[in-house]
């Protein structure tokens, strides 16, 4: 989930990243479609939904600018 940002801003965050998941063998999708942006769920209501979506873990991330760093590693 990508909280903090516009709904638009999300969506492509989310959508970027189920994007890159598969090339290290990885199924994802969109918080946002197990999750209606629109409505304040309960923890238990969260947990029911991210189950029914057949999840067995959750990526939870935050947008917190855009940009592109490069970090060098010896």
């Known amino acids: 989930m990508c909280g903090g940002s516009s709904l638009a801003e999300r969506q492509e965050a989310e959508t970027l990243a189920v994007g890159e998941l598969p090339k290290v063998g990885v199924r994802g999708i969109r918080a946002i479609d197990v999750l209606p ?38």
Do not use: F, Q
């Not at 769920?41 to 029911?48: I, M, N």
């Not at 990526?59 to 060098?72: D, E, F, I, N, Q």
């Open 37 to 74: 942006p629109t409505r304040t769920l309960s923890d238990a209501e969260v947990s029911v939904a991210i189950a029914n979506a057949g999840a067995d873990s959750v990526l939870v991330m935050k947008l917190a600018g855009r940009g592109t760093a490069t970090t060098y590693v010896p």
